[in-house]
């Protein structure tokens, strides 16, 4: 006969290597926090509801406060024959506590268990991603504010286009985040519904009170159907599909962090700190980091692929195949908090090399907008003045300049309308102050963005103080 806490109806013990492939104690230990704090509610709901004594309940509470203490002080052994951290918290407790610790399971199944144990760990560990993009979004503010004079060239199909400020390209990856911000919140939000009561798929026939678990557990809600509480994970794939977006922009940022600090371009300088050199070539100075986090990327984004493909078959309601959501969810966890973590410091570290930007942009055609731009507000229809511009550009290619070494005479070659003012409308300096529409780049417009910023980060840190202190485990 089976020795296993389920194991009534089997005359055999289960194989070993099934054990072992079954197992998820490995990974599923983790939110041991988590199924005691589930545990002590359902068990003191059970204890109101008479569904237990309050003798049971008592010895149930300690036994798992003692569990706990046991856990955190590194002496409970995890068994793999008993699968997963719920039914390794059970035996041991039953051990302990003897009968009484075999009614806590009354009215639950590990089904909407582990539903719990997940709602409650993405909850808490959502409000801790959210604090982490804070805190990156506060160093690119500070990054920001130190450098708003520099000026660097704007890219477009990474070929030069017009002039922006290095604060400005700092500001777009903050308003990235505050988007990132925004789909983590709403992660949150779906997560905060509470699974148990559901049972295996269809309820219970005792008389429990959902609402006193809400209540304790702090959840906003209660799954309103038993079907969907233990087999929904769109909680899972919504924290996947917002960890993907998120990492696919802090890749970007990845990538040009890569190309800006190389020789070629020589326009930014990591800290020596959070870069490493090479075991043969003395003079590398190799942004590892940044390559990295664009590698993991494709981590992230695959595990959303795989746990889409994983419930995209399943009839409801559970399959063991949604044992599969967890590995993948902690390690995008993981790789997301410590992206987040060490880019914080890579921004603060990094330093705009400001004569190469200045140098770039006086050495090239991205001025060639603003020359067409002086001629419309001149009266020349603008697409005259881009074929005007078009051709002095194709001029100073001819001969070796740029715009600005073309003299007056031989801009009026081009158009009557030159004169000696437009010289000063295509400096770097004017090309970035000019563009003062709502959102542009020059100096008046990045105050704004940043005093607006300022606002969205006092938002943000009330919110996230908000969610944490809710997600916060009564332990």
């Not at 806590?104 to 959502?126: G, I, K, M, P, W």
């Not at 477009?156 to 919140?185: G, V």
């Not at 006193?212 to 159907?225: C, D, E, K, S």
Request: with cysteine; charged share 25%.
């Amino acid at each position: 006969m089976s020795e296993s806490m389920w194991g009534g109806r089997f005359a055999k013990s289960t194989d070993e290597m099934i054990n072992d492939f079954q197992a998820s104690i490995d990974f599923d230990k983790r939110m041991y926090r988590e199924d005691i704090a589930g545990s002590l509610a359902h068990a003191a709901m059970l204890q109101k509801c008479g569904i237990i004594s309050a003798n049971d309940g008592e010895k149930i509470t300690a036994g798992l406060k003692d569990i706990l203490r046991q856990i955190e002080a590194g002496d409970f052994s995890f068994t793999v024959s008993l699968e997963d951290i719920h039914m390794n918290i059970e035996k041991r407790l039953t051990e302990a506590i003897g009968e009484a610790g075999g009614r806590l399971h009354t009215a639950r199944s590990r089904n909407d268990q582990v539903a719990l144990d997940t709602h409650l760990f993405l909850r808490r560990e959502t409000t801790n991603v959210l604090a982490l993009i804070i805190a990156m979004q506060q160093a690119l503010i500070d990054a920001a504010a130190k450098h708003k004079e520099v000026i660097m060239p704007g890219y477009t199909h990474l070929q030069r286009a017009q002039p922006i400020l290095y604060s400005h390209w700092l500001m777009a990856y903050f308003n990235m985040l505050s988007r990132d911000f925004s789909r983590f919140t709403g992660v949150y939000e779906r997560a905060d519904l509470m699974p148990l009561g559901a049972g295996a798929l269809a309820g219970t026939t005792f008389a429990i009170d959902r609402e006193n678990v809400q209540r304790a557990l702090n959840f906003a809600g209660i799954y309103t159907n038993s079907l969907d509480a233990v087999s929904d994970r769109d909680y899972i794939l919504e924290f996947l599909a917002a960890s993907s977006i998120l990492m696919v922009h802090l890749s970007r940022l990845s990538e040009e962090i890569i190309l800006w600090c190389s020789r070629e371009f020589s326009f930014i300088e990591l800290d020596d700190a959070h870069c490493t050199g090479s075991s043969m070539m003395p003079q590398k100075k190799n942004p590892d980091v940044s390559e990295l986090v664009r590698g993991k990327t494709g981590r992230v984004t695959g595990y959303l692929t795989a746990m889409l493909m994983t419930v995209k078959g399943l009839p409801l309601a559970y399959n063991k195949d949604l044992q599969e959501d967890k590995e993948g969810l902690f390690d995008a966890l993981d790789t997301v908090k410590f992206s987040l973590a060490v880019y914080e410091r890579i921004i603060r570290g990094m330093k705009p090399r400001t004569d190469n930007m200045r140098r770039a942009v006086a050495e090239d055609f991205s001025n060639a907008t603003d020359l067409a731009d002086w001629l419309v507000k001149h009266g020349l229809p603008f697409r005259e003045a881009h074929a005007v511009s078009g051709k002095a550009v194709a001029k100073c290619i001819a001969e070796g300049k740029y715009l600005a070494d073309l003299t007056v005479d031989e801009l009026k070659e081009l158009s009557p309308l030159f004169d000696e003012t437009v010289f000063a409308a295509i400096t770097p300096e004017a090309c970035v102050e000019n563009r003062n529409s709502l959102g542009g780049t020059s100096p008046q417009e990045l105050r704004r963005q940043m005093a607006l910023a300022d606002d969205v980060l006092a938002n943000e840190k009330a919110v996230q103080a908000k969610l944490a202190a809710n997600a916060e485990l009564p332990l």
